[in-house]
């Protein structure tokens, strides 16, 4: 169980978190969305839901690796979109083609078709 859990399992708003742990808002909002904490932030979560700081600390360090997770999935999801730009768009002026002939053909093609059925 990550902080957020913990908050929301009390029904408790940020600000409310943030109010009963003498920390900001901002504070929270910052370690919900995975950035480290620091020691005296852990401290007074830690004491705000009754729980040792080595259970808040390893608790936080598993859900590191989802973080990673997400940040590699949001690399892929950017090459992605870029490829299909790449595709729908061409090369820029003065670069190379990345796609070989028969593909951007194709492509070519395609959008031929479209053009044509919209009208």
Not at 94 to 104: Q, T
């Amino acid at each position: 169980m990550n902080i957020q859990q913990r908050r929301l399992e009390k029904e408790w708003s940020q600000d409310q978190l943030a109010q009963y742990s003498g920390l900001s808002t901002r504070t929270i909002q910052r370690i919900e969305s995975g950035q480290k904490v620091g020691r005296e932030s852990l401290k007074c979560l830690a004491a705000v839901f009754e729980i040792s700081t080595n259970t808040l600390t390893q608790e936080q360090n598993m859900n590191e690796p989802k973080v990673a997770q997400h940040l590699h999935s949001n690399k892929v999801e950017r090459e992605a979109i870029n490829f299909a730009q790449l595709i729908f768009r061409g090369p820029k002026k003065g670069a190379k083609d990345p796609l070989m002939k028969i593909e951007r053909d194709a492509i070519n093609t395609v959008k031929g078709i479209l053009k044509t059925l919209q009208t």
